[in-house]
């Protein structure tokens, strides 16, 4: 997904390795050039920003190193920023002292939240829990097939309303979730909630309404890499709607720009915490910020 963002970064930065001392113009120019790319790759304005400011006043403060020549410092700065905007260090799940813990999935229809529920149980499962999928997507009708489908796939319970019994109540359905849960020692509750098109309000108004019968220890907000700027209004929408914990970003396998999945840590303070680059239920991972950054970087 980065590979132009890569590219154009590489090129920029190999630019100083061919001089011995930098001025403050070098770095001005090499600033311009990182302003560039960051700015086509759909990375957020006030971000940018942000980015290049910090890195020319480091770039031009730093200290004159005896292990580093001065462009190897330049590359050290944008790689440690770059870390920075995506997040820092990397952010583990938070689970609850007294299980079931419980994970609310929220997110736009097509962001990849039925497939991340799966993505995730199977995950959970790897690591010794017991998880239960919960299905309080009532509103498309084959939401809830879907689930069960995934859920099956990563060999784990999908608790849904019985069929026939109408469109049902998501947040009675996510309440009787938990006290089954606790009943069958299950340690993780995985939620998936309704998606809409656009942001709407009775969409977040469910989701709101689940987040508080539940109260959940994590509520991630999936993402889908592709949608480019978007991103960061959806998920601004999402923060001042339901609010969230953390941040999953889907479809990094995509050949869209990406930049604007990399401004959502920035923009709404939250971190992020997984990944998922991929239709299968494999295609999926913690995220480290350290790592991207590297990858980005070439
Ligand atoms: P939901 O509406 O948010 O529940 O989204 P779905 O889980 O139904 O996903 C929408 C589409 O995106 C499906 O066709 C998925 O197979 C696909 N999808 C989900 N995650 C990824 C991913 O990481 N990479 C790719 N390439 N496709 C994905």
Redesign the pocket.
């Known amino acids: 997904m980065f590979d132009t963002l890569s590219d154009r970064l590489t090129a920029a930065l190999q630019t100083l390795s061919r001089k011995g001392r930098l001025s403050d113009a070098d770095i001005d120019a090499t600033a311009r050039e990182i302003r560039i790319a960051l700015l086509e790759a759909d990375v957020a304005l006030p971000v940018v920003k942000e980015f290049i400011a910090r890195i020319k006043d480091r770039a031009k403060g730093a200290e004159v190193s005896q292990a580093l020549n001065p462009a190897q410092q330049v590359i050290k700065i944008v790689n440690e920023e770059l870390v920075g905007i995506l997040g820092g260090e990397t952010r583990r799940l938070n689970l609850a002292k007294n299980p079931p813990s419980v994970i609310m999935?929220a997110?736009?229809?097509?962001?990849?939240?039925?497939?991340?529920?799966?993505?995730l149980a199977m995950w959970l499962k790897k690591q010794g829990h017991a998880p239960m999928l919960v299905a309080c997507?009532l509103q498309?009708p084959n939401?809830v097939t879907?689930?069960q489908v995934?859920g099956e796939r990563a060999g784990v319970v999908t608790f849904a309303p019985e069929p026939g019994n109408g469109v049902g109540d998501p947040v009675d359905v996510a309440r009787r979730a938990i006290e089954e849960a606790k009943h069958a020692q299950h340690d993780i509750v995985v939620v998936?909630t309704a998606?809409r098109l656009g942001v709407d309000e009775e969409l977040m108004k469910q989701a709101a309404d689940i987040r508080d019968a539940v109260q959940p220890d994590e509520i991630l907000f999936?993402v889908?890499?592709?949608i480019g700027q978007d991103a960061v209004t959806t998920a601004q929408a999402f923060r001042d709607g339901v609010g969230f914990t953390g941040v999953v970003l889907?479809?990094?396998?995509?050949d869209a720009r990406g930049g604007a999945a990399l401004s959502v840590r920035e923009v709404t303070g939250q971190p992020i915490l997984f990944?998922?680059?991929?239709?299968k239920l494999e295609?999926?991972d913690t995220f480290h910020p350290d790592r991207m950054a590297s990858r980005i970087l070439g």
């Open positions: 999935l997110g736009l229809q097509g962001a990849g939240k039925t497939t991340l529920a799966g993505k997507d498309r939401a879907q689930l995934v998936d998606g999936v889908d890499a592709m889907t479809k990094l396998d995509g990944a998922s680059n991929g239709e295609d999926f």
